[in-house]
């Protein structure tokens, strides 16, 4: 292998690199892939449940954040949800549609890394497992790549090397450091579709809400989600949670509606009417979980019946609900975080081919780049896409 210059180095074994992988060899392009896990294809055999999140039949950019919005347009109309749903129908692989366009298998997410090995397989490419990447140098007949088994050249470089997000699987920051190297542009890296820590103060320390779940609308600034809220030992998960920290800002606030679609307030008033000796507890645990219900009445002191409480303190407690403004305190980390925001500045790659503008030869796929989906099934289809369109070209 040493020995060797290759038509195409891809660092990294993820559902980027093993997609621009089997491309690039159908094309007849001699490939090696690099990774220094031992098994190709970790983080998606946990994707999903395990049952892989493959893709999103709503693509679009508005359901991805870079520093240059339009960017994963021309890779997702080269390859999009249809193409990935026609690759996974011909290998037998079955799928389901959820909530929001969501497909995933209704088998194992092993099957999606079979099929991605087997294009691999058919087009002869080589890898080298568990081989973990020093360094890379351009060179006059294109890279040199230093790993720890020795240094392997080859004509083109394709960087698929991932974010920072589950470091249990052996993430780096391996394409960001070679970036950097090359005088590249990279947008500042964060954890996304992350747990925020929300600190115990006001109804939050009136009891313990872990486990507590509601359907709520979270809004930042211009951006807003609707969907299930979790309350953690820590602060504040679930779906709506995840969504909303890939554009939270660390020292912002958060507006949050406990109870969206409902008029807390005309409930309130025709409780009084037709109701007045009714607990305001009781009214309320109509609407909320009971044990949010008792934090945020023990919080606020809203006791007693409903035509013995003032206005005012029923204000208060539909505020409490309707517009509750928190200020987390960070999120989770990568630890937990399903994908790393940032990195590789879009400005310098080509749309089309995912080619670095001002390093002919060199290519950046994946999560390295500064696109991040939103949650269902948008991050893996970036992967798929961008793999795709720099296996048409490298």
């Excluded at 945020?296 to 005012?312: C, I, K, N, S």
């Excluded at 999560?367 to 989906?373: A, I, K, Q």
Aim: hydrophobic share 40%; glycine share 12%; aromatic share 6%.
């Amino acid at each position: 292998m040493q020995k060797t210059h290759w038509d195409v180095i891809i660092l990294g074994a993820g559902a980027a690199g093993l997609l621009c992988a089997g491309e690039a060899s159908r094309r007849g392009r001699r490939v090696l892939v690099v990774d220094h896990a031992a098994q190709p294809g970790a983080k998606i055999r946990v994707s999903g449940g395990g049952h892989c999140n493959v893709t999103n039949r709503n693509l679009g950019k508005e359901h991805y954040l870079s520093a240059h919005p339009g960017f994963c347009v021309a890779a997702l109309r080269q390859f999009g949800a249809d193409a990935m749903l026609e690759r996974l129908a011909q290998a037998g692989i079955a799928v389901e549609e959820r909530d929001g366009g969501q497909y995933f298998c209704q088998g194992s997410a092993q099957q999606v890394v079979a099929l991605l090995l087997a294009a691999c397989a058919a087009g002869r490419v080589t890898f080298s497992l568990g081989n973990a990447v020093q360094h890379a140098e351009r060179t006059a007949n294109g890279f040199t790549v230093q790993t720890r088994a020795g240094p392997v050249h080859g004509s083109a470089l394709v960087v698929a090397t991932g974010g920072l997000s589950f470091p249990k699987l052996g993430a780096s920051d391996l394409g960001y450091r070679l970036a950097r190297h090359w005088g590249l542009p990279v947008v500042p890296t964060r954890p996304a579709l992350v747990p925020l820590r929300v600190a115990h103060t006001g109804f939050l320390a009136a009891e313990s809400l872990a486990g507590v779940a509601v359907d709520a609308c979270v809004r930042y600034q211009k951006t807003r989600f609707s969907g299930p809220l979790l309350f953690t030992h820590r602060g504040l998960s679930g779906p709506v949670v995840l969504q909303i920290s890939s554009y939270w800002q660390i020292g912002e606030s958060l507006q949050i509606d406990l109870a969206p679609g409902v008029e807390l307030g005309q409930l309130f008033r025709q409780a009084r009417l037709d109701h007045p000796r009714q607990e305001v507890a009781t009214v309320l645990a109509g609407v909320l979980p009971k044990r949010l219900t008792q934090a945020l009445v023990t919080h606020l002191g809203v006791t007693g019946r409903m035509a013995e409480v003032a206005d005012t303190r029923l204000r208060q407690l539909v505020d409490a609900v309707h517009r509750w403004v928190v200020t987390p305190e960070g999120s989770e980390g990568y630890r937990t975080a399903e994908v790393t925001a940032g990195g590789v500045d879009t400005g310098i790659l080509s749309p089309k081919t995912m080619e670095c503008r001002t390093m002919p030869g060199l290519y950046f796929i994946g999560e390295v780049v500064d696109v991040t989906g939103q949650l269902g099934g948008y991050n893996l289809q970036w992967a798929w896409s961008s793999g795709y369109a720099a296996g048409q070209w490298v």
